[in-house]
């Protein structure tokens, strides 16, 4: 069956402009998760969705990064006025509970980011 | 604050010879634990999980780790490598709605 998928698999954006990452999870997985993983690090949590509601963004670095999932399906990680800092690797997961972290979580192969 | 620590970012094993990735955890109370796999252009998969049941756990591709709450360690095992298991490996913690990852250590086989 599919698993997660994510788009665009690479993006490359200058310093200043908005970039929308997209994160399609495992049709009726009810948690979504986002994570930033810079280059030599393990993944940083982000944000995490339950259905449409977005019930925790404390990992959220600014407050240029903003998270939506409308229909609790799709969702979209947005950054305005890209930075360089922003450069990473964007992994999305999702998993079947509610409990999120205590069902397996199915990730992406995640977009890098690089801002140049 | 809670932290995972992986001890070694490299770790080279021969084919056949056993396996140790080393993770610490710092934590006031027993976490959930997990190991992930990531090989390289793929996503991140799930080996095996401690959630406060059997000490010792047994993941896929013949993994397992050992909790052991008086050295708060959760290191990962394997009796004999392949191939197949080079790629780069997470020690992850989840404790009071935080889920942490290790920093990652990456594993060579040699053949």
């Known amino acids: 069956g599919a698993g997660v998928s994510q788009s665009p698999r690479y993006k490359v954006a200058k310093r200043g402009q908005d970039v929308a990452l997209r994160c399609d999870p495992i049709s009726g997985h009810v948690s979504l998760f986002w994570y930033q993983q810079a280059l030599g690090q393990g993944p940083e949590f982000l944000t995490y969705?339950?259905?449409?509601?977005?019930?925790?963004k404390s990992g959220l670095p600014s407050d240029r990064f903003f998270a939506e999932r409308p229909e609790g399906s799709v969702s979209t990680l947005k950054i305005q006025r890209t930075q360089q800092e922003d450069s990473a690797v964007y992994l999305c997961?999702?998993?079947?509970?509610?409990?999120?972290?205590?069902?397996?979580?199915?990730f992406g192969p995640g977009t890098r980011l690089t801002v140049t | 604050a809670q932290s995972v620590t992986q001890l070694d970012s490299h770790v080279s094993v021969s084919e056949g010879t056993p396996v140790l990735l080393r993770c610490n955890y710092s934590?006031?109370?027993?976490?959930?634990l997990f190991w992930y796999v990531q090989h390289p252009n793929k996503g991140l998969q799930l080996l095996l999980k401690y959630t406060s049941a059997a000490t010792l756990v047994k993941g896929i591709n013949g993994f397992e780790a050992e909790f052991k709450k008086s050295e708060t360690s959760f290191h990962l095992t394997k009796p004999s490598a392949h191939m197949s298991d080079a790629a780069e490996y997470f020690c992850v913690a989840y404790q009071g709605g935080k889920i942490i990852f290790g920093k990652g250590t990456r594993l060579h086989i040699l053949p």
């Open positions: 934590s006031s109370y027993s976490p959930s």
């Open positions: 969705f339950q259905n449409e509601a977005q019930l925790d």
């Open positions: 997961a999702s998993s079947p509970g509610t409990s999120g972290v205590y069902y397996e979580q199915y």
